[in-house]
C-alpha cells in the first residue's frame, strides 16, 4: 500500500510522520472498496470481505513500518518487495483463518483464487504508489534544479556588480581627484571640503564591497556624498535634495540608485548652462518602495539618456531582471517642466527577503 513507500522514504529522512497516517487511511479506504467488490463475487457476510481485505492491506502497512525501521538503510525496491512477501503470507493466513468453516477455502489449495485476488489488489496498489512516490522524487528534484539556477543567477548578478564597481569607482575617483588638484590653489577650503566628502564616499564604498547588499540609508549616505562632490565642483549650477519617507530601513541592491544619480548629473545638470536640481526621493505605495531620481536639466531632446552611458543603465535593468524577475521595474521619462526623471520600483517584500 501507499505507506510502503511513504514510510520507506521516512526512514531515510525524507516524510514525517503525517505522511504515515495518510497513508494509512487511504490503505483503509482502498480495502474498503476491494472489500465491496469482493462482496458481489463471493456471497457471504460483508464482515468477513472487510476483515479480509483489511488483513491484507494492513500486513502490507505494518510490515513497511517494522521493515524499515530494522533495517533503515534498505533501498526502497527491496523494501516493497519485502512488504508485499510479508502482506501475502500474514494475509493468506488471516484469510485462512477467517474462511476454515467453508468447505470451499478449507485448505491451501482451495484458497488459491482469494490468493490470487489478494496478490493483485496489493501489487496494482503497490504500483499505483510507486508510479506515486516517482512523481514526488521528480517533483523534488525539478526544485532543486530550480533552486541551483536561482543560486547561478544570483552569483553572476554578484559577478556583475563587481563588474561594475570597478568601472565606476575608477573613472569618478580620477575625476574628482583632478578636481582638487585644481581647487587647491584658487579655493583650498573647497578642496578640503571635497576630499572629506571623497573619503566619506570611499570609506562607504569599501564597506559596501564587503557586502551582497547594503541598506537603503546607506546607499543614500553615498549618494548624498557623490552629490555633495558634484554641487562642490559645479558651484550653484546645482543644487540636490535626498529624502528618504520610508519608516523602515531595508536591505537594498548596492550601486543601483548612483548610476542614475550620476546620469541625471552627466546628461542633464553639465549640458545645461543653467544647471539645474537634483532630487532622489524613496517613498512606498501600495506595498512598492519607489525609488525616484529627478533632474531639471536638458531632458531627453538634447541629449538622448539611452545612448551616452549604456553601461550602468543596462546593468540596472539585468541586475533587477535577475534579482526580482517582473516584479520590479525601471522606466525614464521627460518630465513636462524639463528635464528627466528615472524611476526604480520594487516590492517591499522582496527587498525584506534580501
Excluded at 569599501?206 to 546607506?218: A, C, E, F, G
Excluded at 545645461?272 to 532630487?279: A, F, I, L, N
Aim: charged share 20%; proline share 3%; glycine share 6%.
Amino acid at each position: 500500500m501507499k505507506v510502503c513507500f511513504s514510510m520507506a522514504s521516512n526512514a531515510k529522512g525524507h516524510r514525517v510522520e503525517s505522511s504515515a497516517v495518510k497513508s494509512i487511511l487511504f490503505t483503509s479506504l482502498f480495502c474498503f472498496v476491494v472489500a465491496i467488490l469482493t462482496a458481489f463475487i463471493w456471497p457471504a457476510p460483508f464482515i468477513k470481505h472487510c476483515l479480509i481485505s483489511f488483513g491484507y492491506g494492513y500486513s502490507a502497512v505494518f510490515s513497511s513500518i517494522l521493515i524499515g525501521r530494522i533495517l533503515p538503510k534498505l533501498s526502497l525496491h527491496w523494501l516493497n518487495a519485502a512488504s508485499l512477501l510479508t502482506s501475502m503470507v500474514l494475509g493468506t493466513s488471516n484469510a485462512a483463518f477467517w474462511l476454515e468453516e467453508y468447505s470451499d477455502f478449507n485448505n491451501i489449495y482451495k484458497l488459491k483464487p482469494v490468493i490470487f485476488l489478494g496478490f493483485v489488489f496489493t501489487a496494482i496498489c503497490f504500483l499505483y504508489f510507486y508510479i506515486y512516490e516517482q512523481k514526488l522524487l521528480a517533483q523534488k528534484e525539478l526544485e532543486t534544479a530550480k533552486r541551483k539556477q536561482a543560486e547561478q543567477e544570483k552569483a553572476l548578478v554578484m559577478s556583475q556588480l563587481k563588474q561594475l564597481q570597478s568601472q565606476i569607482e575608477p573613472h569618478f575617483l580620477f575625476n574628482t581627484l583632478a578636481n582638487i588638484n585644481v581647487l587647491i590653489d584658487d579655493k583650498p577650503k573647497d578642496a578640503r571640503l571635497m576630499l572629506e566628502k571623497l573619503t566619506d564616499l570611499l570609506r562607504g564604498t569599501l564597506k559596501v564591497n564587503r557586502q551582497s547588499n547594503t541598506s537603503i540609508s546607506l546607499e543614500l549616505d553615498l549618494i548624498d556624498a557623490y552629490l555633495s562632490i558634484q554641487q562642490i565642483r559645479l558651484g550653484e549650477r546645482l543644487s540636490y535634495q535626498v529624502e528618504n519617507q520610508l519608516n523602515i530601513d531595508v536591505s537594498f541592491p548596492p550601486l543601483l540608485i548612483q548610476p542614475l544619480v550620476e546620469n541625471a548629473i552627466r546628461h542633464g545638470i553639465e549640458p545645461s548652462t543653467q544647471g539645474g536640481k537634483v532630487s532622489v526621493v524613496i517613498e512606498e505605495s501600495q506595498g512598492l518602495v519607489i525609488i525616484s531620481v529627478t533632474d531639471s536639466g536638458v531632458g531627453l531632446v538634447a541629449e538622448p539618456i539611452n545612448t551616452g552611458h549604456g553601461i550602468g543603465l543596462e546593468n540596472i535593468k539585468q541586475r533587477l531582471q535577475a534579482l526580482f524577475a517582473e516584479r520590479a521595474s525601471f522606466t525614464i521619462v521627460e518630465n513636462v517642466q524639463g528635464g528627466v526623471t528615472a524611476t526604480l520600483k520594487i516590492k517591499l517584500s522582496d527587498l525584506e527577503s534580501l
